[in-house]
């Protein structure tokens, strides 16, 4: 049995789409004749992105891409429902009818009639990579193969809630920062292509001569009048060419590995990748999977390219024997403490739980470290801010105090 997706008329003549499972299109399309629908369209739900038919893209789950928010739910339900004993394919049914979005319940229904032919779960996720990053089907096969899936699937729910909840919180804390540069920058703008302008043309009418802070503010505004649309295109343009560069992985490596050097950039880069490196790591280790499988599924999280590089270089010399820790010594990429904490989970045996210690220290000094950033950055913001300003209001009042002078 498998999920289809309709398009169907209702008896008022209204279209309705929806999903409905069945053994072939041909059950799904009585079933809508039986509710007086005439049928318009029946596609099966597949790996592929949307149905089975001639013209479907053969893009491998191009379509089911779905956002962090949405992964940390349907784990935890999943984990929520399979550990209250319900049955594996009524559990990912109940999931599935939780779900407001037609997307999510064709792609959980599929995953279900999958596991009901016979797969496993591991095999279903693994039908949509773009939905279910490989550590889920990894770990997810090791819990099923160990009999322990309702444990497995808890802690990935707390990995992507962690995660999720560490995301959220940086995109907060940089919310106001962004939107308090976008205005400073509107006000300066405003002020030197409108306001100025106006102002400095009343001295300019009378003859007065001007100081040289308010010439030289005219002159800044008077650029930015006549060439300011290309400033602009500049901008943009070399926005887009940085976009389109960092699409070639060779910029983009270069690109990474220069943010690495950068006093505080590299220190925020560093402790991010690293505490997804040991979270991920310590799940993988904790369901049981191989520390080599390991680290090739925690390497492809790192989002910075000469890390990921230092990971597999890690899971050659473990191969060939060597110790995790000082393998990942040698990259110097990676905190000493986190070096620390792994180098004891070898020698004591608990190598996940160290793994775990490290994540969470990493998470907690890069949720510091944006805050400390952050908040010295709003009053220097302020700072320069006011100074611009005050240099503008300088400059107009300067030939006011002038004129004042002559008068008298």
Known sequence: MGAFQYTALDAKGGKQKGLLEGDNSRQVRQQLRDKGWSPLSVDEVTEHGKNNSKSAQPSRGGRFKISATELALITRQLATLIRSGLPLEESLRAVSQQSEKVKLQGMLL????????????????????????ELYSMTVAAGEQTGHLDLILERLADYAETRQQMHQKISLALLYPVILTLLAISVVVGLLTYVVPEVIGVFESVGQDLPALTQALISVSDFMVEYGWAMALAIGAGVALVIYLLKKEKFRFAWHRVMLTLPLVGKLTRGFNTARFSRTLSILTASGVPILEGLKVSAQVLSNLPMRGAVIDTAIRVREGAGLSESLKQSGYFTPMTIHLIASGEASGNLEDMLDRAATNQEREVESLVSTLLGMFEPLLILIMGGVVLIIVLAILLPIFDLNQLVQ
């Open 110 to 133: 599929a995953v279900r009639s999958r596991v009901m032919e016979g797969h496993t779960l591991a095999e279903g996720f693994a039908d949509f990579p773009n939905a279910f990053p």
